[in-house]
């Protein structure tokens, strides 16, 4: 099993503030993806990467940022924390060869107040 | 816009059934179409995928049917006990160039299987 692990799990920070998640896998996958779930919308994608220094929007890119200095880290900032930035957020490696393998870390339930 | 429409929102079942989640899509970009099961407080786990040239895939009491013309795929559990009581999400990918792939999810579908 890949090993993926988020921190922190939980965080509660006040709106306007900046954020950073992070998410660390131990397996040298070349792709991490950060995603976002809540009610009524499943999961959506937020940024990935897909290696050191490459990394690309997805579809609710706007008021995130992400960076990827090493192959096992892949962080995501907040730059001005809003509360509809209220979320679950789970990173995710694609496991080698799979189209479809993804494995998903623990998430971190972040409360902007 | 969602990419990947899926119903029911929930579904409750009684122990021995067969609950029945379907999803649909528009983009016949996507080329690969998982199943994920997610249990309260963690992340959501491979269940199942199946590939568009595939009419059904069978995997334990898990089962995909796919119909590539109407673009729309279900998931079927047989025989189905409480512990199958889960969020489900349907997924379709597409690949990007240089190899990778991202994946949209549906909505989701809370299952309670009842005893």
């Known amino acids: 099993d890949a090993g993926i692990t988020q921190s922190p799990r939980h965080k509660v920070t006040e709106t306007g503030t900046p954020v950073t998640l992070r998410c660390h896998q131990t397996e040298n996958h070349r792709y991490m993806y950060w995603y976002r779930q809540d009610p009524g919308h499943g999961l959506r994608l937020i940024h990935y990467s897909y290696g050191v220094k490459d990394t690309d929007k997805g579809e609710v890119s706007d008021g995130y940022s992400v960076s990827r200095s090493k192959t096992e880290d892949f962080l995501l900032t907040l730059e001005s924390a809003t509360s509809s930035q209220t979320s679950v957020y789970f990173c995710?490696?694609?496991?080698?060869?799979?189209?479809?393998?993804?494995?998903f870390g623990s998430g971190t339930r972040l409360t902007v107040v | 816009q969602q990419q990947v429409k899926q119903s029911p929102q929930s579904l409750i079942v009684q122990k021995g059934g067969i609950p029945i989640i379907n999803c649909a899509y528009e983009?016949?970009?996507?080329?690969?179409f998982p199943w994920y099961q997610q249990f309260p407080g963690k992340g959501p786990a491979l269940l199942i995928a199946i590939r568009p040239d595939v009419s059904e895939k069978k995997e334990g009491r898990f089962t995909i049917s796919f119909n590539k013309s109407a673009k729309q795929f279900s998931l079927h559990i047989m025989d189905s006990q409480p512990g199958d009581s889960a969020t489900y999400f349907c997924a379709a990918s597409i690949s990007l160039a240089g190899g990778g792939n991202k994946l949209t999810f549906g909505t989701g579908t809370q299952l309670k299987v009842e005893l």
């Open positions: 995710a490696i694609r496991e080698q060869g799979a189209n479809y393998g993804y494995t």
């Open positions: 983009n016949t970009a996507f080329d690969y």
